[in-house]
Nanobody, 122 residues
Framework: AQLVESGGGLVQAGGSLRLSCAASGFALDYYGIGWFRQAPGKEREGVSCISSSDGRTYYADSVKGRFTMSRDNAKNVLYLQMNSLKPEDTAVYYC????????????????WGQGTQVTVSS
């Protein structure tokens, strides 16, 4: 399984970006896919996840109402639409499989992409 992210870049606060994750070797139309991010000096954190535990879509509180995850099953691509970006959204964003949200915690037990850098200037 291979995941390749794209769409990152530099944007001003309040702007938007759409990240893409192209999957090969497996189909994205199943549970347990999502996005994580890692900011400089911080641990990786879950951003959004179609949880493998219940099939529901979860968003981190910090991005609710601003980020939307979607997928195009025909193209086998996962997206993360990010609006109203803030400087604290600056991070490397990773597409993951084996994503689970359970008891308030995001976990990933599958594959990770190489990541795409998102930088939000103030």
């Amino acid at each position: 399984a291979q995941l390749v992210e794209s769409g990152g870049g530099l944007v001003q606060a309040g702007g938007s970006l759409r990240l893409s994750c192209a999957a090969s070797g497996f189909a994205l139309d199943y549970y347990g896919i999502g996005w994580f991010r890692q900011a400089p000096g911080k641990e990786r954190e879950g951003v959004s996840c179609i949880s493998s535990s219940d099939g529901r879509t979860y968003y981190a509180d910090s991005v609710k109402g601003r980020f939307t995850m979607s997928r195009d099953n025909a193209k086998n691509v996962l997206y993360l639409q990010m609006n109203s970006l803030k400087p604290e959204d600056t991070a490397v964003y990773y597409c993951v499989t084996g994503c689970t949200f359970y008891s308030g915690t995001y976990s990933s037990f599958g594959s990770w992409g190489q990541g795409t850098q998102v930088t939000v200037s103030s």
